[in-house]
């Protein structure tokens, strides 16, 4: 797989600087779902897909808190990394499903399973940019508290999973209980069914997946702290 990062907008520099708070500079820049164990979509081998979901990360390698926001701050970028599918593969699911295609979802925990979308950035086609990582500026950031979750809205299909981890990675989609897929010809329906939440929408995520995880970050800027005229006067 190539290690290409692509910049999708060359604005991308200029329009952070435009939307972060004053100050930010001081701040610590963070990419929330970072992960460094040099695991990569593997299509077109042992390829799986996602498919019309919005998607809760849980865990990876034990770890709750890959994809749960440090800060309050703001989102000025994501990124996503995918795997090339066979010609044979993708054919087929741009049959059933379009064009691959994600989104990035600011997710708010509610009670149990369940989630509310705070946030959502524009849906962007990924197959320009198969067997490579790409990053897509936003052309205005968006507001995020500390405890919240980066999730990734699938309305189509995406080729961004990694797989070969143990049971102590996982994440959860937006399906009804009894609706999560699996072999049989019946319940592989249950992938072709739209479960993707809307902005400003609430929904349960029945659906656990375990020994996987995606492929996907956010670039954060924390608030930065205030320096307080007190401080500033026993100096």
Not at 14 to 23: D, E, Y
Not at 24 to 50: H, L, M, N, W, Y
Not at 74 to 100: F, Y
Not at 211 to 229: D, F, H, N
């Amino acid at each position: 797989m190539s290690s290409r990062r692509t910049v999708v907008s060359l604005a991308l520099a200029a329009t952070s600087l435009a939307v972060v708070p004053a100050g930010a500079s001081a701040a610590k820049i963070t990419e929330v779902g970072a992960v460094t164990d040099g695991r990569a979509p593997r299509c077109p081998d042992s390829c799986s897909v996602v498919t019309r979901t919005t998607a809760l990360p849980t865990s990876v390698d034990g770890n709750r808190n890959v994809y749960v926001v440090p800060a309050n701050g703001r989102i000025v970028a994501w990124s996503i990394t995918l795997g090339t599918p066979s010609a044979d593969d993708r054919k087929a699911l741009e049959k059933q499903l379009g064009r691959a295609s994600a989104g990035l979802v600011i997710l708010r925990r509610g009670k149990s399973v369940s989630a509310s979308v705070a946030a959502a950035t524009s849906i962007k086609k990924l197959d320009p940019y198969f067997g490579g990582e790409t990053t897509f500026a936003l052309p205005t950031s968006i507001s995020v508290k500390k405890g919240d979750v980066i999730g990734l809205t699938v309305p189509s299909w995406a080729p961004t999973l990694v797989q070969g981890y143990g049971t102590n990675t996982s994440w959860r989609a937006s399906r009804p209980a009894g609706r999560c897929g699996g072999t049989t010809d019946e319940r592989k329906k249950d992938y072709y069914v739209d479960t993707t939440l809307s902005m400003g929408k609430s929904g349960t995520f029945n659906c656990l997946y375990k020994a996987e995880r995606m492929s996907y970050t956010a670039t954060l800027v924390p608030t930065p702290a205030k320096t307080s005229e007190a401080s500033k006067t026993k100096k």
